[in-house]
């Protein structure tokens, strides 16, 4: 039986980040299908800003561990991003953080007029290019590409020059104790500074990530207004959340 195009994909992402490259004819054997399709495949993916064609194969477009953050709880991802999305209305200036389902929230903006985007997400580059109502500042700095984000000093000093009405921001981990964190000291410092910077803070992250708090300090729950998750979120945490006066959004 052939396999559907959400299956061929699968197996052609996970090719990518074990080999690093994978050729047509190659792909056409492991997929059983024909050249002409395998081409096909690719050029998909690379529209979907998943890979880079080059002569005869393709190539991985982000950092292995970037493109394994892509895929996983990919369904989840989109539906915050989507509803996080709806919060932003004609006219707004916002920040983005660095992730992968803060970058989605620019593929979701399709219908709003004149949204200025101030991110370090390169990621979200790949939606936001098409969408010609959308004007994007990104701001300076040392590019990480697991990642796919800008940051050190000079991401810092950037932001001083913004204020916008809403920050959208990304987590690696929440817990009671330590708030919301990131696994790396200086994301946790452009993150905290892009919340300064902002009247509404907005965390994206999906319910998996509570209870598994990161490595360096973000915020304290009380330093957010909105949590934007999925229906999984444990009432333990719900109650700490409400406790601490943040809304609570379900996608």
Known sequence: MSKTFAERKSVILDLLMEEGSVSVSELAKRLNVTVVTARADL?????????????????????????????????????????AAAMIEDGDTVIVSAGTTT???????????????????????????SNPQIRVTLIGGEFRP??????????LQSIDQFHVSK????????????????????????????????????VLSDSGKF?????????????????????????EFENELASAEVRVVKA
């Not at 993916?45 to 996983?72: I, N, S, W, Y």
């Not at 709003?112 to 390169?122: A, C, D, G, L």
């Open 146 to 155: 697991e990642e796919e984000g800008v940051v050190g000093p000079m991401a």
């Open 103 to 129: 970058a989605l929230i620019a593929k979701y903006l399709l219908g709003k007029k004149n949204i200025h985007i101030v991110t370090n997400n390169t990621l979200l580059l790949s939606y936001a290019r």
């Open 211 to 235: 209870g598994k708090p990161g490595f360096a300090r973000i915020l304290p729950f009380e330093g957010v207004d909105t949590l934007v998750t999925d229906n999984e979120l444990t009432q």
């Open 43 to 83: 050029a998909a993916l690379e529209g979907e800003g998943l890979l880079v064609r080059t002569h005869g194969g393709a190539v991985p477009a982000q950092h292995p561990k970037m493109m394994a953050r892509m895929q996983d709880g990919k369904g989840v991802k989109g539906s915050i991003a989507k509803a």
């Open 167 to 202: 920050a959208f921001i990304g987590i690696d981990g929440a817990s009671g104790k330590q708030g919301f964190t990131a696994h790396f000291v200086e994301s946790a410092d452009l993150v905290r500074k892009m919340a300064k910077q902002a009247d509404q803070s907005i």
